[in-house]
């Protein structure tokens, strides 16, 4: 079964980090595109970051410099190390896969979601 | 800061078409794709229409897209109780800081 299963949210104080972890099954995470997308409560979607199946990463401007996202191949695992967490940084954080390698014409839409890890970022 | 612009909510009664709108610029929808999720309660957004108008298995074709131009939409016909849910389109767009993936700001559909 293709799924994705994020663990490490937690309660965190302003200027903490935390690592996220993204478990893969039925794909490997190495041979796709990968991106973290957040979302605040009672909020919508906000992408966060993606890394291409090359290693290349980039992020929104409102982590960048704060977060990094990688992944481990031999565990076919993803990660987001966030540091410097601000309240605005408390939201869902969900781990999804990018079809443009696996799907025949398509360009970019996240096709595979985990069930999501809650970041709270509070004193 | 969702860069895509919908109806905060739209609603139908049971049978009803109902169609979103999605509003971006040249750099986003102008010159990329547009995919949509649905975000039932509670849940992980799932994917329903990528690549303009392609639906992936399992996605019933009473979902379609369309694009024209710098807007989207998408349009749930035969509206079942089902697809109460919130909606949001998306397109990567070509920020000159490299790839940025934009969402829009999302559409609650209600089915009276």
């Known amino acids: 079964e293709v799924q994705l299963v994020e663990t490490g949210g937690g309660l965190i104080q302003p200027g903490g980090s935390l690592r996220l972890s993204c478990a893969a099954s039925?794909?490997?995470?190495?041979?796709?595109?990968m991106s973290w997308v957040r979302q605040a409560p009672g909020k919508g979607l906000e992408w966060v970051s993606v890394?291409?199946?090359?290693?290349?990463?980039y992020y929104a401007d409102s982590v960048k410099g704060r977060f990094t996202i990688s992944r481990d191949n031999s565990k076919n695992t993803l990660y987001l190390q966030m540091n410097s967490l601000r309240a605005e940084d408390t939201a869902v954080y969900y781990c999804?896969?990018?079809?443009?390698?696996?799907?025949?014409?398509?360009?970019?839409?996240?096709?595979?979601w985990g069930q999501g890890t809650m970041v709270t970022v509070s004193s | 800061q969702s860069v895509l612009t919908q109806p905060p909510s739209a609603s139908g009664t049971p049978g009803q078409r109902v169609t979103i709108s999605c509003s971006g610029s040249?750099?986003?929808?102008?010159?990329?794709?547009v995919n949509w999720y649905q975000q039932l309660p509670g849940t992980a957004p799932k994917l329903l229409i990528y690549?303009?108008?392609q639906r992936p298995s399992g996605v019933p074709d009473r979902f379609s897209g369309s694009k024209s131009g710098t807007s989207a939409s998408l349009a749930i016909s035969g509206l079942q109780s089902e697809d109460e849910a919130d909606y949001y389109c998306a397109a990567w767009d070509d920020s000159l800081n490299g790839p940025d993936y934009v969402f829009g700001t999302g559409t609650k559909v209600t089915v009276l």
């Open positions: 690549s303009n108008n």
């Open positions: 040249s750099s986003n929808i102008g010159s990329n794709t």
């Open positions: 999804a896969r990018d079809n443009r390698l696996v799907v025949a014409g398509a360009a970019g839409a996240f096709d595979i």
């Open positions: 890394i291409y199946s090359g290693g290349s990463t």
């Open positions: 039925g794909f490997t995470v190495s041979s796709n595109y």
